[in-house]
Structure formats: structure tokens, C-alpha cells
């Protein structure tokens, strides 16, 4: 079945260093990927959708890459701060009408 | 409205009663979604409809839940004989284009479910 897998364990940096997150799909070529931000007791918030043909997108400090070849994308926070404290979503769309959802990954920024 | 509204945010009910769950997307999106999250996972997919039309059911559970759009606006998730393992995060989200898009997900503040 169509999966996206993304890194169980939370991430823990240092202010001012960059993040990485990554997903992983499996069984299926998505048309495009989105990251969504979700805090707390909250809805998953928007960040950024990258198309397949898209090797890289930028959006302020994040930037999102997305590699056919090895099946992944990767979530980037450069000078990260403690306000990015969040989980991260990876979605995708699979060719029919579902939204599908990694576990999502969480990311502690210590100052 | 301004965003996603789901009501109630809280829901506690005793083992074997009826739950319905409310809906109400950002005017004029077309798409609207359920999904039920687990603590610590991503959002779990339960159904799809654009506009009135219910077109991907998959992910619904088994035949005690259901869901409705009559108009194409409002949504009401049903869960019929509520057992324990029903008890989770319920979100709904909208989106403004249809099947074909590439649009971003609304997502509600979710009703928390809890089945005693």
C-alpha cells in the first residue's frame, strides 16, 4: 500500500543550527509533496508543496527538496530558533482523492 | 467563517451511544476531509467529498461510522454503537480546488472524542 514514512524519533538541535526532516514514500510516484506544521493540541498548518519535477523550494529559512530516484524529501530549517518547536508533517496526494500523512516528525530547537 | 470550525471540541460518551460530529469548512472550498489522529501519529484518512459528493470512503473504519455533506458545505461524521477504540482526535479539513489539485489542507481545531 502507498506509505509515507518519516523519522519516528524527535529531533533535538541548538538554536541557530539547520534542521533536517526526512520522508520517505513508498509504492507510489507522488505528483508533489507538502510539509505541514503541527503544534500542540492544534491542526496541521501549511508550509510548503514541491512538485516532482521540483528539485528544490525555498520559502523563507525553510527549504524542501524532493529526489524521484531515492523516493525522498527532505525539510530544511536553517538557523533554527526555539519558535520551530513543532511536529512536521509530510503529505501526499496518491493519485486519488485521499491526502495521506506521515507520522510526522518532532523537532526541539534548545536555546 | 474565517477558518475550519468542528464542534463539539469535546466529546465524552458512554460505550454503545451515537456520536455525530460537526463540519463546517471555509465558504466556498469544494473539498472537504476527515481524518482521525492518534496520539504522537499523522492524520489517518477516513473519507473524502467534493462538493455534496462522498468519493473516497476507504479509510472509514468499518459500517459504524459514516459521513455526509448534503449541501456541499456543513459535514457531519457519524459513529454509530461507539466502542473504546473509537476514542481519538477527530479533524476535518476543506481545500479550495478539487480532485486535481495540489491545494493546501485547512484543518480544524478537531473534536477529541472519548468513549467510556
Known amino acids: 500500500s502507498q506509505k509515507i514514512e518519516q523519522n519516528s524519533e524527535a529531533l533535538n538541535i541548538q538554536e541557530g543550527k539547520t534542521a533536517t526532516l526526512t520522508c520517505n514514500y513508498t509504492n507510489y510516484s507522488p505528483a508533489y509533496l507538502q510539509w505541514y506544521r503541527q503544534d500542540p493540541g492544534r491542526g496541521p498548518v501549511f508550509l510548503l508543496l514541491?512538485?516532482?519535477?521540483?528539485k528544490e523550494k525555498r520559502k523563507e529559512r525553510l527549504k524542501v527538496t524532493f529526489d524521484t530516484t531515492l523516493k525522498q524529501s527532505l525539510f530544511h530549517i536553517t538557523a533554527s530558533q526555539p519558535a520551530d518547536s513543532a511536529t512536521y508533517l509530510c503529505?501526499?496526494?496518491?493519485?486519488?482523492?485521499?491526502?495521506?500523512f506521515g507520522a510526522g516528525t518532532r523537532l526541539f530547537v534548545k536555546a | 467563517g474565517a477558518g475550519v470550525s468542528q464542534s463539539p471540541r469535546y466529546k465524552v460518551t458512554k460505550r454503545g451511544q451515537d456520536v455525530a460530529l460537526r463540519c463546517d469548512p471555509i465558504?466556498?472550498?469544494?473539498?472537504l476531509y476527515w481524518y482521525r489522529q492518534a496520539l504522537g501519529q499523522g492524520p489517518e484518512f477516513l473519507t473524502y467529498f467534493n462538493y455534496e459528493a462522498q468519493q473516497d470512503k476507504s479509510g472509514l473504519p468499518n459500517d459504524r461510522f459514516s459521513a455526509e455533506r448534503p449541501e456541499g458545505s456543513i459535514s457531519t461524521l457519524t459513529i454509530q454503537r461507539t466502542e473504546q477504540r473509537d476514542s481519538a482526535m477527530y479533524r476535518c479539513?476543506?481545500?479550495?480546488?478539487?480532485?486535481?489539485?495540489?491545494?493546501?489542507?485547512?484543518f480544524g481545531e478537531g473534536s477529541r472524542l472519548t468513549v467510556l
Open positions: 514541491i512538485r516532482e519535477n521540483e
Open positions: 465558504s466556498g472550498h469544494v473539498s
Open positions: 479539513a476543506s481545500s479550495l480546488a478539487s480532485r486535481s489539485n495540489t491545494g493546501e489542507l485547512f
Open positions: 503529505a501526499s496526494h496518491t493519485g486519488g482523492f485521499k491526502t495521506i
